[in-house]
């Protein structure tokens, strides 16, 4: 919990002060002290803290044990902020009167834990809920002050296992750099950098950095042209495939670089394909993600189309209410309304920097509004098997500290976590460190599949759309497209399941196929390519997620995943006609095979009928074991020649 959050109960805290003056009811009998910090208090008042100071201090070189001056002196330090000074004042008032104004016990104890001095910050929260009689104004705060405390002085009794390594000149200068990105292989890592002010027209200016790693260490990051303008751009988040971010950017809705580049906001959502090794220009993502609020800090999960990100909106406080915000993507293209995250994760604190990793199951970020060490901690959620998330876990001391931790993530292999830090020993300001992850907080393991869609007649590179389908779940675990200019595709994928793979481009048959990732990992990946057929008569497509039982002709639950693609690719080209065809091995009579290849044919057909598909559209036919793909004397082979295949017959 930061200091900026309770600041604003000043106000209530100096009318009470008010009504004690009128009553005329010092601690201090001295005319001249008393004439003097009521000079001060109306500095005070109007907002002039340097002849407040001047005579606050004047008022108690009159009389030291003067309280109400003390009290008033700890606000202008305060709101310097000094709080050095500010906690030696509220200190000497408490002295002298310890009731006088039982909030300054909880202001005591808010900057106490703000420096991380947690056994005496929780001495003054309890003394202040002591306090029965008179109207605690900072109540809520002292509540999880305390909270705070009693979690930080445990977790200080059991550290977790941390050594950060500064990732090197090619990454850090002696500039800030923070909010780092990284493609799942490794290889890209994107981050932002304050530049001098000194080298820009306006103040500060925030720029992306891309450094890549030449197996040892990171080369010297260069800037992204053609992304960076003279306006802020800042915390990216990067595709698996490093060939496609989202980041924030702080554009004038009145004065953008073109229609694409305005904002809604004072801080929005854009995004920027890499086409062939070069950037396209960054766009708005445009409503409903972006909005008059402030939209910033995406992570864009593996799965190519769920976004989180963080929206900031003025709550009554006039505090920034901060929550991390939710939206999907339509295979149209189009986004959903963000929806906020359940209370489980979001606070009446602040929410930020939020990664989801690329196993779409661990959520990591920051928060004030959780028990933690003070100011923002960084936390972890998993979800549950019902798509839930679960209570966030602190990672614990000493990589959360009574300072803010913040720009948090983690790489793909689940082991390395990349951080930013003003840390002792960097190059200066804040640098960009990465420190293996404790066991427990690891995520699920992932690895990736990587390869290239062409036709597989010319060779020619085909910026082909993809789905991997969770065959447990029915779920689509990945969509995303191959590289227009290369054909190359990269996505993350969970381990220990079962997935179908759909490959589509307009004007070729869609590619099939179902594989086990029940090993892997991300320095020993899978790799598939994928040759596509032009639609013709004559040309087939085995479809390998059609799943029946042995010896039988009842579809199963999993293979509605391959079916309904298959009815989308009928409507898309709706002069296609097919055959079905079923096929079995040689195992078993001849006849009982040709019974049921017949009866595994006419299944589908009946659940594409049934699904809206026209009749006069469809043929079956049952060939038995009489047109075998693979050898029938291993399993492997038979397994390959028991399938389902559809032949285009007219288009």
């Not at 595709?239 to 980041?247: A, D, E, K, L, M």
């Amino acid at each position: 919990m930061r200091i900026s959050h309770f600041l604003f109960v000043f106000s209530f805290m100096v009318a009470f002060i008010s009504c004690k003056a009128q009553e005329k009811n010092y601690t201090s009998n001295n005319k001249k002290a008393i004439k003097l910090y009521e000079e001060g208090k109306n500095h005070y008042d109007m907002r002039n803290n340097e002849l407040a100071e001047i005579t606050f201090i004047q008022a108690l070189e009159k009389d030291p044990n003067f309280a109400e001056a003390e009290l008033l002196l700890a606000y202008v330090y305060t709101e310097k902020p000094d709080y050095d000074k500010a906690i030696e004042h509220y200190q000497k008032s408490i002295a002298i009167k310890s009731d006088l104004f039982p909030d300054a016990h909880a202001s005591l104890g808010m900057l106490l834990l703000n420096k991380g001095e947690y056994e005496k910050a929780q001495t003054n929260f309890i003394n202040y809920l002591k306090f029965t009689d008179s109207p605690l104004m900072m109540k809520p705060f002292a509540e999880k002050g305390l909270k705070d405390c009693e979690f930080a002085i445990e977790a200080l009794k059991h550290p977790v296992p941390f050594n950060p390594v500064n990732l090197g000149a090619g990454v850090n200068t002696e500039l800030p750099e923070y909010f780092p990105a990284l493609s799942a292989d490794g290889k890209y890592l994107l981050f932002t950098r304050r530049l001098d002010s000194k080298k820009t027209y306006t103040g500060y200016n925030e720029d992306f950095y891309l450094s890549i790693n030449d197996g040892y260490n990171w080369m010297e990051a260069q800037n992204m042209q053609g992304i960076n303008s003279i306006n802020n751009e800042g915390a990216p988040t990067i595709s698996p495939n490093g060939q496609f971010i989202i980041f924030t950017s702080c554009e004038d809705p009145y004065e953008g670089y073109g229609p694409d580049r305005k904002g809604f906001g004072s801080c929005d959502l854009f995004y920027a394909y890499n086409i062939g090794g070069k950037w396209t220009a960054p766009k708005n993502l445009n409503r409903p993600i972006n909005s008059q609020h402030w939209e910033s800090q995406p992570s864009f999960s593996s799965d190519g189309k769920t976004l989180y990100f963080v929206r900031g909106m003025r709550s009554r406080s006039g505090v920034k209410q901060q929550d991390i915000w939710t939206s999907e993507l339509s295979e149209g293209g189009v986004w959903s309304v963000p929806t906020r995250l359940s209370d489980v994760i979001n606070t009446e604190g602040r929410e930020e920097s939020v990664f989801i990793h690329p196993d779409n199951q661990t959520l990591y970020f920051s928060s004030d509004g959780h028990p933690g060490m003070g100011g923002l901690d960084i936390f972890m959620s998993t979800k549950d098997a019902n798509g839930n998330w679960t209570t966030p876990v602190n990672l614990g001391y000493p990589i959360n500290t009574f300072n803010d931790e913040n720009s948090l993530l983690v790489d793909a292999a689940g082991n390395l976590a990349y951080f930013a830090s003003n840390r002792e020993g960097g190059m200066g300001d804040l640098d960009l460190y990465a420190f293996e992850l404790p066991e427990n907080m690891k995520p699920n393991k992932v690895t990736y599949l990587a390869g290239k869609v062409f036709d597989a007649e010319t060779k020619e590179v085909l910026p082909a759309r993809f789905e991997l389908i969770n065959l447990k779940t029915g779920e689509v675990a990945v969509q995303s497209y191959a590289d227009e200019v290369t054909g190359k595709y990269l996505v993350c994928l969970p381990v220990h399941q079962d997935y179908a793979l759909n490959v589509s481009h307009p004007g070729y048959l869609f590619h099939s196929e179902n594989f086990t990732l029940s090993s892997g990992t991300i320095d020993k990946p899978f790799e598939k390519h994928v040759g596509m057929n032009k639609i013709k008569v004559g040309e087939s497509v085995v479809l390998k997620n059609v799943f029946f039982e042995t010896a039988k002709y009842d579809l199963k639950p999993q293979s509605k995943v391959e079916l309904d693609k298959l009815i989308a690719f009928l409507k898309a080209n709706p002069n296609l006609k097919i055959e079905l065809s079923g096929h079995t091995d040689n195992v078993g009579d001849k006849k009982s095979n040709q019974l049921l290849s017949e009866n595994r044919a006419k299944a589908v057909y009946n659940y594409l009928t049934q699904n809206g598909v026209p009749t006069d559209r469809l043929t079956t036919k049952g060939y038995g074991d009489a047109q075998p793909i693979a050898s029938n004397d291993t399993e492997e082979g038979r397994a390959e020649n028991r399938r389902t295949e559809f032949k285009v017959i007219a288009n």
